[in-house]
């Protein structure tokens, strides 16, 4: 497809209905591209900076009433789900020690020392 038509397509809006501690109950209309969710929160772009850097507001999911979606087709939200969960996945990879081979770790005894004085009490 090509890229100019791509970003020309309508990919619908999102509204998410949220509550904020000074404002009370929110209701704010995006369009789908400016949300997302991640880690136990709403991410909404809200702005852009000087510099073009997006400003966004994280919302915890547990203040978020409900987010009503507009989408062209259901598979295409179930992708961007599969996407989120594959790219939190690779996030936790890298910050979780795990082994430098894939190979199963051998089953071997561990031995652990005792204090011989603490048997006697």
Do not use: C
């Not at 510099?51 to 939200?77: M, N, W």
């Amino acid at each position: 497809m090509d890229a100019d038509l791509e970003l020309e397509r309508d990919l619908g809006e999102a509204t998410i209905i949220y509550e904020e501690p000074e404002e009370g109950t929110v209701e704010q209309t995006v369009p789908n591209e400016h949300i997302a969710y991640f880690q136990d929160h709403w991410i909404i772009k809200t702005d852009e900076d000087e510099q073009g850097h997006d400003i966004v507001r994280r919302i915890p999911a547990k203040r978020v009433h409900y987010v009503e979606r507009s989408v062209e087709a259901f598979e295409e939200e179930v992708e961007t789900l599969v996407d989120q969960v594959t790219s939190f996945a690779a996030d936790l990879r890298t910050k979780l020690p795990v082994g430098k081979s894939a190979e199963p770790a051998e089953d071997r005894p561990v031995e652990v020392p005792v204090d011989r004085d603490l048997e006697r009490d």
